[in-house]
């Protein structure tokens, strides 16, 4: 089994900073690409960054410039760091992976994390 969990959410100001985390953990193989999405009030759930294995990232236009994505592959975590927030970055924040595991018969899977609440407001 696999597990991602986030952490780092919270009430931020706007123009504050908040830096979100997520660890996959369990029967781990590889993981391929990993991303941060966003749900907010109302809204669909949005891509916000993603980053493959090899380093390349990609960025919703919404947070280009304000938000850095990266990843620890010894740590199998991925980060998301939020700067210059605004009240529309109002959401709950889910990572995903696309992870094999160390069973290869299951093949490559997208799993998700629970979720983390971001809250920006003054």
């Known amino acids: 089994q696999v597990q991602l969990v986030e952490s780092g959410g919270g009430l931020a100001q706007p123009g504050g900073s908040l830096r979100l985390s997520c660890a996959a953990s369990g029967s781990i193989r590889r993981i391929y690409t990993m991303g941060w999405y966003r749900q907010g009030p109302g809204k669909q759930r949005e891509l916000v960054a993603a980053?493959?294995?090899?380093?390349?990232?990609n960025y919703a236009d919404s947070v280009k410039g304000r938000c850095t994505i990266s990843r620890d592959n010894a740590k199998n975590t991925v980060y998301l760091q939020m700067n210059s927030l605004k009240p529309e970055d109002t959401a709950v924040y889910y990572c995903n992976a696309d992870i094999i595991q160390q069973n290869i018969a299951t093949g490559i899977r997208t799993y998700w994390g629970q979720g983390t609440q971001v809250t920006v407001s003054s």
């Open positions: 980053i493959t294995d090899g380093g390349t990232t």
